[in-house]
């Protein structure tokens, strides 16, 4: 977790287990219950913890769970336009994956190849993410990178600051 300094919050660095994680007890049981149910029981227990409503001071918040319980097939899921993503198991720790994620976060979809089906798109992130740190690197192809200048989410503009409107003039 990264705070902004003008942000209202209580100190948090007695709840941090290790450099950007806060381990929490959460008041479901894990089986039976689907992701949804065991992300809010999560964030719920961090707002608890630490006192205030997440986002709070951070922009994206990762949940880490040691295992699927409950209709399982995925690796990772994020939420669209929002700041939660989860991850299994050691799901979190593989860059492609992360960075697809937190492309839903920032609005962006999935890409479908030319077959039209999901996940096909090979020349992108949000197509096709790398299950490994050691198999090659991938990027956002040019369509998401042009969506996150431009289009809807504007987040490189809102962020960095570089984009200017007569940019693609």
Known sequence: FSAQTNYPVNDISQHVSAPGVIDVDMNIPLLGNNRL???DAAQYAVEEK???TLPGPFHHVMFIFEQCYTDCGWGAFA???S???GYIEDYWSFVGV????LGHNLNLAHSSGLDGGTYSDLTCLMGSAYYSNSEGSMC???A????LARGSSGWYNEKNGWY??????
């Open 83 to 85: 700041f939660v993503s």
């Open 164 to 169: 200017s409107e007569n940019d693609y003039d």
């Open 140 to 142: 956002y192809n040019p």
């Open 79 to 81: 939420y669209t336009n």
């Open 37 to 39: 149910s065991i992300t």
């Open 98 to 101: 992360t960075m697809h994620e």
């Open 144 to 147: 998401k990178t042009f969506q």
């Open 50 to 52: 630490l006192g205030f």
